[in-house]
């Protein structure tokens, strides 16, 4: 079945370190990319997004993206984390193989040690 | 701003209630979605809507009804509730389905004792 996984359940970093959060999918055609971030207590709010141009998306508080076509993957970044990207991460993607459905990775829940 | 309303953020009700999540969008958005998150399996789609009246079955639709009588309100309704029903339902709205973002309501918490 198509997906999109997301590799890691749960990260722990210390702050000032890098983060990578890795995305994979595999829908063929033209995708639209989604980070979705889930802070404690709060709703869904859209980090970032790709639909089209520069494979680098950068979104909001400092994180950014990188869309491989080539590698089905679409990977979220941050050089340096704070204690208050404590949050949960989703990655999603949608495409006309998911009949432009949104389909949802499962998370990864970032804590970030003071 | 778009506003994503749920009508409660905690909701307890008992086995074989009737219950009814009720989702009001304030930006006309074409489209409205449920979803249910747990833990481990991020969030799964049980029904959505394109329009007033229309609705299309998700991933997850055996247990749930919907209804969308007003553009701007998509009600979710647990037929008869049930101990695996329990979870965190989100309601989203989106302009159209290609090259557009979704938005969120709080969410509801729902427990089935």
């Known amino acids: 079945a198509q997906s999109v996984s997301q590799h890691n359940h749960h990260v722990i970093l210390s702050e000032a370190a890098s983060l990578e959060l890795g995305c994979n999918y595999s829908?063929?055609?033209?995708?639209?990319l989604f980070w979705y971030v889930q802070y404690p207590g709060q709703h869904l709010q859209l980090l970032l997004k790709y639909f089209s141009g520069d494979p680098l998306v950068k979104g909001i508080k400092g994180f950014e993206a990188e869309f491989i076509k080539s590698k089905f993957s679409f990977n979220l970044r941050k050089p340096s984390v704070q204690w208050s990207d404590t949050a949960e991460y989703f990655c999603?993607?949608?495409?006309?193989?998911?009949?432009?459905?949104?389909?949802w990775g499962a998370g990864t829940k970032l804590i970030i040690k003071p | 701003d778009v506003k994503v309303t749920q009508s409660s953020r905690y909701l307890v009700k008992r086995t074989g209630e009737k219950v009814f999540l009720e989702c009001v969008q304030d930006m006309d958005h074409e489209n409205m979605f449920w979803y249910r998150q747990d833990p481990g399996l991020g969030l799964r789609l049980i029904y959505f809507s394109y329009d007033v009246k229309m609705k299309e079955k998700g991933d997850i639709p055996e247990g749930y009804s919907v209804s969308r009588e007003k553009k701007e309100r998509f009600s979710l309704i647990l037929e008869s509730a049930s101990t695996n029903q329990t979870s965190m339902y989100l309601c989203?709205?989106?302009?159209?389905?290609?090259?557009?973002?979704?938005?969120f309501g709080q969410g509801t918490r729902l427990t089935v004792v």
């Open positions: 989203a709205s989106s302009l159209g389905l290609m090259n557009t973002e979704a938005f």
């Open positions: 999603a993607v949608n495409a006309k193989d998911s009949n432009y459905q949104l389909i």
């Open positions: 829908y063929g055609g033209t995708v639209n």
